[in-house]
């Protein structure tokens, strides 16, 4: 699993972004996939995860609502939409990969990404 998390950018406050991760490698559909993202001076949190199919998705309650997870296993791709930006949501965001559903622990995410910069202005 090699992933490439791409799509952030600075927008203004009720805005919105679309990130991408992308996974060079050739077993994507065998991974639960999780985005989390981290302030700074602040630990890194969840924020979503999507099912192996995407059938199932889990959401952190501060973005609950305003943002949505999906993914195309056919591209290798998972992606996290996000609605109504709010200042609180400045952050590195982080694509991970993990082998078991119903986690929102770090250390459960075996593979991770670089990391994309969203900036939200208020």
């Known amino acids: 699993v090699q992933l490439q998390a791409s799509g952030g950018g600075l927008v203004q406050a009720g805005g919105s972004l679309r990130l991408s991760c992308a996974d060079s490698g050739r077993t994507f559909s065998n991974y639960v996939m999780g985005w989390f993202r981290q302030a700074p001076g602040m630990e890194r949190e969840f924020v979503s995860a999507?099912?192996?199919?995407?059938?199932?998705?889990n959401y952190a309650n501060s973005v609950k609502g305003r943002f949505s997870c999906s993914r195309d296993n056919a591209k290798n791709t998972v992606y996290l939409q996000m609605n109504s930006l709010e200042p609180a949501d400045t952050a590195v965001y982080y694509c991970a990969a993990a082998d078991q559903w119903g986690t929102t622990t770090l250390a459960d995410f075996g593979y991770w990404g670089q990391g994309t910069q969203v900036t939200v202005s208020s």
């Open positions: 999507i099912s192996w199919t995407g059938r199932r998705t």
